[in-house]
């Protein structure tokens, strides 16, 4: 599903210091897997994210989503390709505040010029779903920050990705709303087999993956496999 090969990405500061934000990333993320990536602030996790959404250009190596080099085609191509096989959850709820919470849902569908008719029929699914169904016509500023997340959570499936990237989605919740976050990802991985790459600092949270990495100063290291015990 991903591969990365020899990946490295510098950013020029002012003054001119030079920051490696990856150093020679290798990884491969085979379909169905549920990585979990810890590490601490600026150890380089969504930055590693990022390029393997195609979002960040890496400096240096290759990035491939889905067998396709992401970085050989044009920009319309690649955010095609993004739209169709990824779901993007981000450390910040980022939900539209002047639309309620089906459209929000349906945004991915609209932008990709789908059937809005019958996306409307999903994303009442995905609501109930995630545990929001009757929050349909509510607006962001009245769900609380979990309901936020969830709703976040429904819009990244809206298009039926083969893989969701998560870079920090349970780190600005209480620890009660973090794990029912974490069991909503463990049970959509367990019943609709996607692909999940997450990144976070909270190491408590790696059962909850297949497959554990773990960042520092820009570098990946393989971690020992744990089992995953999430349960919905």
């Given at each position: 599903m991903i591969k990365l090969r020899g990946v490295g990405k510098t950013y020029e500061l002012a003054g001119g210091q030079v920051v490696d934000a990856l150093r020679d990333v290798d990884l491969h993320v085979e379909r169905r897997e549920f990585l979990v990536i810890t590490g601490r602030s600026g150890a380089g996790k969504t930055t590693l994210l990022n390029v393997a959404a195609g979002l960040t250009r890496p400096s240096a190596?290759?990035?491939?989503?889905?067998?396709?080099?992401?970085?050989?085609?044009?920009?319309?191509?690649?955010?095609?390709?993004?739209?169709?096989?990824?779901?993007?959850?981000?450390?910040?709820?980022?939900?539209?505040?002047?639309?309620?919470?089906?459209?929000?849902?349906?945004?991915?569908?609209?932008?990709?010029?789908?059937d809005l008719a019958g996306g409307r029929r999903r994303a009442v699914e995905l609501l109930d779903l995630v545990g929001l169904a009757d929050k349909a016509a509510s607006y962001p500023r009245q769900l609380s920050a979990g309901q936020q997340?969830?709703?976040?959570?429904?819009?990244?499936?809206?298009?039926?990705?083969?893989?969701?990237?998560?870079?920090?989605?349970?780190?600005?919740?209480?620890?009660?709303?973090?794990?029912?976050?974490?069991?909503?990802?463990?049970?959509?991985?367990?019943?609709?087999?996607?692909?999940?790459?997450?990144?976070?600092?909270?190491?408590?949270?790696?059962?909850?993956?297949?497959?554990?990495?773990?960042?520092?100063?820009?570098?990946?290291?393989?971690q020992q496999r744990d089992e995953p015990t999430g349960r919905l």
């Open positions: 190596g290759e990035a491939l989503l889905d067998g396709v080099d992401l970085w050989a085609i044009s920009d319309k191509e690649r955010s095609l390709l993004r739209n169709r096989a990824v779901g993007l959850v981000f450390q910040f709820p980022s939900l539209l505040p002047i639309l309620p919470v089906l459209d929000n849902v349906l945004l991915p569908l609209a932008l990709s010029g789908g997340q969830r709703a976040v959570i429904a819009r990244a499936l809206m298009n039926e990705p083969s893989l969701l990237l998560a870079d920090e989605p349970s780190s600005d919740l209480d620890e009660e709303t973090e794990q029912e976050i974490m069991h909503l990802f463990a049970g959509i991985h367990r019943e609709a087999g996607i692909t999940i790459v997450m990144v976070t600092h909270a190491r408590q949270l790696v059962t909850f993956g297949t497959r554990h990495a773990h960042m520092s100063a820009g570098a990946l290291q393989e």
